[in-house]
């Protein structure tokens, strides 16, 4: 791992002074076939700030706030668990009538300026600096948190593969803030670090849609590409990645336990803990100490670039005891 990223930083800190910094919001945007996402927005009074998996902050808006969300359906195609195809080769969700697969699939919420995400925004943009590359776009909250903190950047970077995004929110910011150094790029991230000459102070990545700790392989993949184009002093950042490194220990730390539950993994294309099962098998000697350290050292240095899709379940259950969602 990088010395320029650390996976131990913490981007859940609240601060009351979030509450009192404006952020722009795009417009209510009603669902249409021409567009990939829509935009809901509701009045709401009361916000719970996940402080860790067992407590939870009441964070009260006197005078209302407006929640803004990213909304999309999910792409059933990368569905893995559920595809199936009949004899034309066709998928089965092509023959679904729309209302059954949305029942069974509901929409979910890409992205929101809900308490715990602009949290998480509101304390990367502190350490902003320089050069700013950031991969996903979202709402556009990361870059308004560093103008809004003044921080010492000369310039941001903003890539998103959506064009959707890129065409509404994008204009959105862009119109905005004139007056300040943006570009937003229509590209994969991965695609863009690859073939960038550019060099960068600050890289922050935001691509992956929920904090599920099967990503953490990829995200390292993605973090060695960033380390390539990132400043001797650059700072990398990713968003949740503490959260979904101390999700997977502490799974691990409750394993040997619970040994019953290991078969369970295997049914969830969870790579990373089913890696770690496979070699805990080869070690059946380790004290406690020594899998842990294995466990840190393995979540912390395995690189996969292999793309994986979205987790449907949009919360995990860290305690063995309960049901298992992984």
């Known amino acids: 791992m990088t010395k320029k990223f650390n ?52 964070v009260s808006n006197i005078h209302g706030k407006t929640l803004t969300s990213v909304v999309r359906p999910p792409d059933y195609k990368n569905i893995s668990n559920f595809i199936q195809q009949s004899s034309s080769g066709e998928y089965i969700n092509q023959q679904m009538p729309k209302e059954l697969y949305e029942f069974i699939f509901p929409p979910r919420v890409w992205m929101s300026n809900n308490i715990n995400e ?61 007056d300040k150094k943006i570009k937003i790029v229509y590209d994969t991230i991965e695609n ?45 950042g ?22 019953d539950a290991w078969e369970h993994f295997y049914t969830t294309k969870n790579e990373v803990i089913i890696k770690y099962i496979e070699e805990r098998k080869q070690r059946p000697e380790m004290t406690k100490k020594e899998y842990m350290e294995f466990a840190n050292d393995m979540i912390l240095n395995t690189i996969d670039p292999t793309p994986i899709e979205l987790t449907m379940l949009l919360s995990n259950n860290t305690n063995l005891n309960k049901k298992f969602f992984y």
Do not use: C
């Open 7 to 58: 996976p131990r930083f913490e981007d859940k800190i609240f601060n009351e002074k979030i509450k009192d910094i404006d952020l722009i919001m795009p417009p209510e945007i009603y669902r249409s076939e021409g567009l990939s996402f829509w935009v809901d927005k509701r009045t709401i009074f009361d916000e719970y700030f996940i402080v860790d998996k067992d407590t939870t902050k009441k």
């Open 118 to 178: 602009i949290t998480n925004m509101y304390n990367v943009a502190k350490i902003a600096k320089g050069n700013v590359l950031a991969g996903g776009l979202g709402l556009g909250i990361y870059p308004q948190y560093i103008f809004a903190l003044d921080r010492p950047v000369e310039s941001i970077t903003i890539v998103d593969n959506d064009k959707d995004i890129v065409d509404v929110i994008g204009k959105i910011l862009l119109d905005n803030f004139k």
């Open 192 to 236: 863009f670090m690859q073939n960038t000459t550019e060099k960068f102070d600050t890289v922050y990545l935001d691509t992956w849609g929920d904090l599920n700790f099967k990503f953490l392989f990829y995200i390292n993949y993605l973090i060695s590409m960033a380390d390539k184009i990132t400043s001797e002093n650059g700072i990398i």
């Open 238 to 259: 990713a968003w949740g990645y503490k959260h979904m490194y101390e999700n997977f220990l502490d799974i691990v730390s409750q394993l040997d336990d619970h040994k």
